[in-house]
């Protein structure tokens, strides 16, 4: 058994490995790939993944490559997780919308479609690979962003890819809920929750009996957040960066789920939706010169690139190097779900067919599915209020039409993708963001006619 990761040089490979090497038995993996466009960063994150399996004593043979046949052979799961034009384009999707006063973000609003556009037939090209070379039960499981609109364009352009595309967030709210309640077992907690990706709301969570969802609800408004004191305390500066969603900007997001809350109390929401729902706030509380991207070129990828000099230098491998945790665990989680048909629950992003009755059978949606050997079996989840539909909508439409835009090279659809988009006030700001995007993704961007 072979997994292949693209985008082998990210922050993540090691912790995502490390989580694979841990459930080594009942993935009966053999060989992890490591596959990269950028051969130098790719070969300097695989001497830590090297050390993690020799340090575990893990059997798996790693193979790293910037070759398509050699990545992908054989290959029964292909973990994505690139980044078309790395953190500088990252940081570019962040601060060309904040200097005309939108929201600039990795994911959402005019940040999150320019990096669609940029990624959209990069993961085509990544899906028609795989189907050339590998197994042909293979499973392509994708953390590539922005994910809502990546999804889109793989049921646009290839409806019977054998992928599933997946993300973090909801698992580590659930992680999150669990530290605030002193309840570790976050993976087995049950849930509904319906939405789009970066775009949804649990509406229940319950655990043993009790309802967590209302114990949660009555936490975050009593304590006006939903990171719980003790967390921050008990971890060290250093421990905050390798722990994941909880260096300054993370720690203001789960600040921000109490005003979300405050505005609709009914369901926990998603941590993304502070982006669109309180969208003038975000923008005023950014600093326009140093976002995200500066963040995590500060911490996240300077301590890896730091901690494997550090390592060729002394051999020795400082904590503070990888992050591992509930990221990798929840991928490596879902390729054992799917190999050994166990039918576990997972939040997945998958083609709504009726699981949220009054949204549209084509839209990409996030719901809970059983997963097993037949991939996703959605767990529908009734129909829902005019306000989430009405939020939900919107958004689609401007997910939907940027997709279309992109695949037609049409300028006015992207423009209008742009215009109708929540973070965005007017049409004439839509375009002056747009000429602007048009201008930085030239070597990235279909041409917009
Ligand atoms: P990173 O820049 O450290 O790593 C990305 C890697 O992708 C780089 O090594 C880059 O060279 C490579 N790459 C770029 N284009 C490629 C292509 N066409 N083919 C193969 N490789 C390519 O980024 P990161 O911060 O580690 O994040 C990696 C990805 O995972 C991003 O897309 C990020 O948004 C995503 N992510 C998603 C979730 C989720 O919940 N869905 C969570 C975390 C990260
Ligand atoms: C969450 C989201 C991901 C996103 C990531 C950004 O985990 O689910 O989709 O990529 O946050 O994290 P970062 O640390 O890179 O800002
Ligand atoms: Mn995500």
Redesign the pocket.
């Known amino acids: 058994m072979i997994i292949t990761i693209v985008g082998g040089g990210s922050t993540f490979t090691p912790g995502i490995v490390k989580s694979i090497a841990l459930r080594q038995k009942e993935l009966e993996v053999e060989e992890v790939r490591l596959f990269d466009i950028d051969e130098e960063r790719q070969y300097k994150v695989s001497l830590v993944v090297d050390w993690i399996l020799k340090d575990i004593k893990s059997p798996i043979r790693l193979t790293v490559t910037t070759d398509k046949k050699t990545a992908y052979e054989n290959s029964s799961f292909i973990f994505a997780q690139m980044r078309v034009g790395k953190y500088a384009m990252r940081e570019k999707d962040e601060k060309i919308p904040l200097r005309h006063g939108c929201v600039g973000q ?2 959402c609003g005019c940040g999150g479609l320019a990096y669609g556009l940029r990624t959209l037939f990069p993961m085509i090209q990544v899906i028609d690979d795989v189907e050339k070379y590998a197994a042909p039960d293979h499973w392509i499981l994708n953390y590539s ?1 922005p ?1 809502a609109v990546v999804s889109e364009a793989c049921r646009a352009l290839r409806p019977h890819a054998r992928i599933i595309n997946i ?3 909801p698992i ?1 709210i659930l992680e999150m809920v669990g530290r605030c309640l002193d309840i570790p077992n976050f993976t087995d907690f049950d849930v509904n929750y319906f939405g789009l990706n ?1 775009f949804g709301w649990f509406t229940d969570i319950t655990y043993q009996g009790r309802d967590l969802k209302a114990e949660i609800t009555e936490y975050v408004m009593k304590n006006k957040t939903l990171l719980p004191p003790d967390v921050l305390e008990k971890l060290k500066e250093h421990d905050r960066v390798g722990e ?2 909880l260096n300054a900007s993370w720690i203001h997001t789960w600040n921000n789920v109490y005003k979300v809350l405050q505005s609709n109390p009914e369901y926990l929401p998603n941590t993304y939706l502070q982006y669109y729902l309180l969208s003038k706030d975000v923008v005023e509380e950014s600093n326009p010169e140093y976002t ?1 991207a500066n963040e ?1 070129m500060d911490s ?1 990828e300077k301590e890896l690139f730091e901690g494997i000099d550090h390592y060729i230098k002394t051999g020795e491998v400082t904590a503070k190097a990888f992050y591992h945790g509930a ?1 990798g665990n929840y991928i490596a989680d879902l390729a054992m779900a799917l190999k050994n048909d166990t039918k576990k629950k997972f939040i997945v992003i998958v083609q709504n067919n009726g699981a949220i009755e009054n949204i549209a059978p084509d839209a990409m949606v996030e719901v809970p599915a059983y997963i097993g050997k037949n991939g996703p079996e959605v767990i529908c989840q009734g129909p829902i209020g005019d306000y989430y539909k009405g939020l939900m909508e919107q958004q689609l439409a401007s997910e939907k039409l940027l997709v279309a835009g992109g695949i037609e090279g049409s300028y006015e659809k992207v423009w209008k993708a742009f215009s109708m988009n929540k973070t965005v006030p007017s049409a004439t700001v839509a375009k002056a963001i747009l000429d602007e995007m048009i201008e930085a993704n030239k070597e990235f961007w279909p041409e917009l006619r």
């Open positions: 990795e994911t962003n994910a993300c973090d967030m580590a970066h994941r969603h995200r995590v996240r990221h």
